[in-house]
């Protein structure tokens, strides 16, 4: 618990749901994550669909995702169609031909480690079983976890980086020839290529298909947070928190895990052990993660 709190404290930055002057934030601030960000690729007419899905939810932010509690308290929607008004009024003929994805991100400070959970002794998050504990890292969906990249933390924090894929495309949509900060938006195609497939073709290494990656026309989508909290190449920390699904009307809805899984890791050393101590754990659910 308390290291949620701390987390917490960490994140509690509130988007601002339903202004229109205020920018989408880019994430690149440690300590100021990044909005979460929706947005469709319509195939046939080419025009890009945004949300911050913090619109319509008042007082909604990046932790409600990441800790996966605010799905797990009664799930989350959208009515694409009521958000969006006439912007999305060109998209409801074309579900099934829609390419979307969601993705945000939460900036590694490399100067200060002030967001890196630094419980182990001599090095960093050794000893953590809160995988969310890293307090950096990437938000996206993605069929499994194998999609996304399984080592190296600097491809991690270089997709989360303005000049990466994540902020650059936050960064995008801030611009004047994108939603010019506006929350919800309808963006025109560039010379006949969307705006999506120009600027979120994929997330370099972190998704090994388009989009982060893409998933198409009415479906579900895994929500996964990527970290690592030993800041080394190795062992990333991979995590479902949650499921979104778009259904054949176009409505949103996003529903959360009822735990946060526990790395597999620890769950091994905490059986070995209780085997020491002679000890047994009966009913225990093993979780990779």
Do not use: C
């Amino acid at each position: 618990m308390k290291n949620l709190n701390k987390l917490a404290a960490a994140v509690a930055l509130t988007l601002a749901a339903g202004s229109a002057s205020a920018a989408w934030i880019d994430g690149t601030v440690p300590g100021a994550p990044s909005s979460v960000a929706f947005q469709i690729d319509d195939t046939v007419t080419k025009q890009t669909f945004v949300l911050d899905l913090a619109v319509d939810h008042t007082g909604l932010n990046y932790a409600s995702f990441q800790n996966g509690t605010e799905g797990v308290a009664g799930g989350l929607s959208w009515d694409l169609g009521a958000l969006g008004g006439s912007l999305f009024s060109g998209f409801a003929s074309h579900t099934a031909d829609f390419k979307w994805s969601v993705v945000a991100s939460y900036q590694f400070d490399g100067d200060n480690l002030s967001n890196v959970d630094k419980s182990g002794a001599g090095t960093y998050g050794s000893n953590y079983n809160d995988p969310n504990n890293a307090q950096w890292g990437i938000l996206t969906t993605a069929t499994a976890a194998n999609q996304l990249a399984q080592q190296d933390f600097s491809t991690i924090q270089a997709e989360a980086d303005s000049t990466g894929k994540v902020g650059n495309w936050i960064n995008r949509v801030n611009a004047p020839n994108g939603a010019n900060g506006a929350p919800v938006a309808s963006i025109n195609p560039v010379n006949g290529t969307s705006f999506y497939e120009i600027y979120l073709s994929s997330l370099a290494q972190i998704g090994n298909g388009p989009g982060a990656p893409s998933f198409k026309g009415p479906n579900s989508a895994n929500l996964y947070w990527i970290t690592n909290a030993e800041l080394n190449e190795f062992n990333n920390q991979i995590v479902q928190l949650g499921t979104f699904t778009l259904s054949a009307n176009n409505i949103l809805t996003y529903q959360g895990v009822s735990e946060v899984p526990v790395p597999a890791a620890v769950w091994l050393f905490g059986s070995a052990l209780l085997g020491m101590l002679g000890f047994t754990r009966r009913g225990a659910k093993v979780v990779a993660a």
